[in-house]
Nanobody
């Protein structure tokens, strides 16, 4: 059974930091691209950051230079370090494990991040 379990969300003031974690089980973790998405109220889900098995990363323009993504293949865990948080970063953050070929993906349950004073 595949599980992705996110943690680390919460309430933070503007300018603050949070680190999200996503622990995977039931998959060959290193073979999967790991993505963080977010969805704000009444908005579409958007890709925030991505890291492949070799450590290559991609970021949305809105979070470049503020967020970093990393993975620990030995622990089957991916992290999203979020710095200089802004109110517009408020959203539910989801972890996705994606195997491109053959395509297979799994999602976590999401963790709420609220940036507010």
């Amino acid at each position: 059974q595949v599980q992705l379990v996110e943690s680390g969300g919460g309430l933070v003031q503007p300018g603050g930091s949070l680190r999200l974690s996503c622990a995977a089980s039931g998959i060959d973790f290193s073979a999967y691209v790991m993505n963080w998405y977010r969805q704000a109220p009444e908005k579409q889900r958007e890709l925030v950051a991505s890291i492949n098995g070799r450590g290559s990363t991609v970021f949305a323009d809105s979070v470049k230079d503020r967020f970093t993504i990393s993975r620990d293949n030995a622990r089957s865990t991916v992290y999203l370090q979020m710095n200089s948080l802004k109110p517009e970063d408020t959203a539910v953050y989801y972890c996705q494990a994606l195997r491109p070929f053959p395509r297979e993906d799994y999602w976590g349950q999401g963790t709420q991040v609220t940036v507010s004073s």
